[in-house]
């Protein structure tokens, strides 16, 4: 089993989210508010992002622009 540290390594921050999609950190924030994205682990006063929950949810946002 690994240690916390490499599994929280493998979450990324909210300033690692908005370079993803290429936006602000603040606009990552205010999706998260009002629960346009899916929502982040709070661990202490960070938010965190599975990789794999915003994989999905990319693919369901691809799915429904082509629907």
Do not use: F
Request: aromatic share 10%; hydrophobic share 35%.
């Amino acid at each position: 089993m690994g240690s916390l540290d490499s599994k929280i390594e493998k979450y990324l921050t909210t300033e690692e989210v908005a370079r993803r999609y290429r936006t602000a950190a603040s606009t990552v924030r205010y999706w998260r508010h009002i629960g346009y994205i899916p929502a982040g682990v709070k661990r202490g006063r960070r938010v965190l992002y599975d990789p794999a929950v915003l994989d999905r949810w990319d693919a369901e946002q691809a799915e429904n622009e082509a629907a």
